[in-house]
């Protein structure tokens, strides 16, 4: 079974930095895309940062030079820097296997990024 646990979401100010993780069970992080999403209340939830099988790395424009996507083992990570308020949202990991494009089947259950100006 997989099993998604996101962590270190919290509220810091404008120009702070964060750091999130996500330790992923069940799967396997050299034959999944990895990734992270944000959401805020009433709109859609958008891509963050992608990394795929084979290691590279795909960002949105709002967060390219601010946000690195990782891995080590288990983990995935999004270091956060020079967080602006629009980075605000609720902030999910979702990995699934690449097939054409990657296929978002699991899903975290969120942590909450909140940045003050």
């Known amino acids: 079974q997989v099993q998604l646990v996101e962590s270190g979401g919290g509220s810091v100010q404008a120009g702070e930095s964060l750091r999130l993780s996500c330790t992923a069970s069940?799967?396997?992080?050299?034959?999944?895309?990895m990734g992270w999403f944000r959401q805020v209340p009433g709109k859609e939830r958008e891509s963050v940062a992608d990394?795929?099988?084979?290691?590279s790395t795909v960002y949105a424009d709002s967060v390219e030079g601010r946000f690195t996507i990782s891995q080590a083992k288990n983990t995935l990570y999004l270091q956060m820097n020079s967080l602006k308020p629009e980075d605000t949202a609720m902030y999910y990991c979702?990995?699934?296997?690449?097939?054409?494009?990657?296929?978002?089947?699991?899903w975290g259950q969120g942590t909450q990024v909140t940045v003050s100006s």
């Open positions: 990394i795929l099988p084979g290691g």
């Open positions: 979702a990995a699934g296997p690449p097939v054409v494009y990657c296929r978002w089947n699991y």
């Open positions: 069940g799967l396997s992080y050299s034959t999944n895309c």
